[in-house]
């Protein structure tokens, strides 16, 4: 399939869990890939030796997207790599739940740093880059919405990339530069699993409340990433895509 030949992408956080899934499966349908990580150089390295073994094109990139020379430097490997750039992936994200007493002003700048501000100057940075048919996706949460207890940092953030993605489909939508966000519920990835959420009584419970009554894997959420890549949703900017087995 390619639905994205001739297309190049940034997907940021790239080294596991939904990012690596995402990158792989944009790379399927024919985009070349700048898979960013943060710490992760071998994880990145191996989502990079996947997806040439299967065809397709990658390089791995380093940075932390909250410093803007490093957020800069991620876009700039597309253009030295590929020549140009059609998609942003803003999926790098921290999450931390703690009830509110236990709420620190370091927690609440390293989730605030990463989700929003990493969001905001990578996405400056591909802004300059991205033409007419470009697309952003943002990577939010189903928790904007269902508002968990003990997520009152995390929550925020998410909430702020809902806000974002609906600002800036309306700033760049002049340009023909489409914004969306996925929004996943809960989906098994080394994060969750190092965050105790796997297994936990708060999974148990999400299940419950899940129609389709089961965790999201990284293979539910990467299709429709691919599907707010490509043109055929060429129609849609300022969404919000629930990922969650329905649960709302
Ligand atoms: N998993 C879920 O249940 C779930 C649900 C809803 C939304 N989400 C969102 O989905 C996204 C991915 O979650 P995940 O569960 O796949 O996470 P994960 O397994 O913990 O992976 C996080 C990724 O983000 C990267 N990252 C962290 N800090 C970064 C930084 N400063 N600069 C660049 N990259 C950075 C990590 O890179 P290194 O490993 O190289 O450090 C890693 O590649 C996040 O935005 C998260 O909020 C997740």
Do not use: C
Not at 61 to 81: L, R
Not at 93 to 106: C, H, Q
Not at 110 to 133: T, Y
Not at 138 to 158: D, M
């Amino acid at each position: 399939m390619s639905k994205l030949k001739g297309k190049v992408a940034v997907v940021t956080g790239a080294s596991k869990g939904i990012g690596a899934a995402i990158a792989k499966a944009l790379a399927a349908e024919g985009a070349s890939v700048i898979v960013n990580y943060a710490s992760s150089k071998a994880g990145a390295e191996k989502v990079v030796a996947a997806i040439t073994a299967a065809g397709g094109k990658a390089v791995a990139v380093g940075g932390d997207v909250s410093k803007a020379a490093e957020a800069q430097a991620i876009i700039a490997a597309a253009i030295k790599n590929y020549g140009r750039l059609d998609i942003l992936v803003n999926n790098s994200g921290v999450y931390e739940f703690a009830p509110l007493e236990a709420v620190t002003e370091d927690s609440f700048h390293r989730m605030f740093n990463i989700n929003v501000l990493g969001l905001l100057l990578v996405s400056q940075a591909a802004a300059k880059h991205l033409g007419a048919g470009g697309s952003i996706i943002n990577i939010g949460s189903g928790v904007s919405r269902i508002t968990p207890p003990s997520s009152a940092v995390y929550t925020a953030t998410k909430g702020a990339v809902d806000a974002i993605t609906g600002v800036l489909a309306r700033e760049l939508g002049p340009k023909k530069i489409r914004v969306n966000s996925i929004n996943p519920g809960v989906v098994e990835t080394e994060g969750t699993h190092t965050g105790g959420f796997i297994g936990s009584d708060f999974e148990k419970g999400i299940v419950a409340q899940t129609p389709l009554g089961r965790t999201g894997q990284p293979a539910d959420i990467a299709p429709v990433a691919v599907f707010l890549a490509s043109d055929d949703s060429a129609w849609l900017t300022g969404e919000q895509l629930l990922a969650s087995g329905g649960l709302r």
